[in-house]
T-cell receptor
Framework: KNQVEQSPQSLIILEGKNCTLQCNYTVSPFSNLRWYKQDTGRGPVSLTIMTFSENTKSNGRYTATLDADTKQSSLHITASQLSDSASYIC?????????FGGGTRLMVKP | NAGVTQTPKFQVLKTGQSMTLQCAQDMNHNSMYWYRQDPGMGLRLIYYSASEGTTDKGEVPNGYNVSRLNKREFSLRLESAAPSQTSVYFC????????????FGDGTRLSIL
């Protein structure tokens, strides 16, 4: 069964600090990997999309990396802000069918 | 553009009642999806519609039916609600075969007593 595993499940950091979230997947074949941010009470919003040939993709303070050989991805958040408090979901796509990870719940404290 | 609009935002039902969750998108997307999100779990696909006129089962279809009314609208129906269907339901749409992201609605929070 295709799986997407994320770690840690939850994380608390101080405002201004950096953090890295991890995603391991077994989905095959693989079309692309996406990171979504989900604020409480809202639907997920796309941060980055990477195909298997891309190693890194940035969106402002968010940088995603992908190692298709080891089937691992990470999302690095630089200089965290209070508004970064949310769930971050790793999603792996096979054609247009998506497999969702359970998410990492990030809390940024002042 | 409103994106993906879901109604209602909240609903409380009694066991055995029926209801329909509505979803509409204005982005001319051809594929639409219904997911449920339970605490501590990833989104799970209930049903999807790859294009107007087609629907297919996802990972957790039991207890649900769907209708792709037209290109814009995709509804999810609970015929006889059960407490196990208490969840947050998300509708999403995408332009198929693109590398564009799925767009999600803000969810319907459904409680079944």
């Amino acid at each position: 069964k295709n799986q997407v595993e994320q770690s840690p499940q939850s994380l608390i950091i101080l405002e201004g600090k950096n953090c890295t979230l991890q995603c391991n997947y077994t989905v095959s074949p693989f079309s692309n990997l996406r990171w979504y941010k989900q604020d409480t009470g809202r639907g997920p919003v796309s941060l980055t999309i990477m195909t298997f040939s891309e190693n890194t993709k940035s969106n402002g303070r968010y940088t995603a990396t992908l190692d298709a050989d080891t089937k691992q991805s990470s999302l690095h958040i630089t200089a965290s802000q209070l508004s970064d408090s949310a769930s971050y979901i790793c999603v792996v796509s096979e054609s247009n069918m998506l497999t969702f990870g359970g998410g990492t719940r990030l809390m940024v404290k002042p | 553009n409103a994106g993906v609009t879901q109604t209602p935002k909240f609903q409380v039902l009694k066991t055995g009642q029926s209801m329909t969750l509505q979803c509409a998108q204005d982005m001319n997307h051809n594929s639409m999806y219904w997911y449920r999100q339970d605490p501590g779990m990833g989104l799970r696909l209930i049903y999807y519609s790859a294009s107007e006129g087609t629907t297919d089962k996802g990972e957790v279809p039991n207890g649900y039916n769907v209708s792709r009314l037209n290109k814009r609208e995709f509804s999810l129906r609970l015929e006889s609600a059960a407490p196990s269907q208490t969840s947050v339901y998300f509708c999403a749409s995408i332009l198929v075969y693109s590398n564009q992201p799925q767009h999600f609605g803000d969810g319907t929070r459904l409680s079944i007593l």
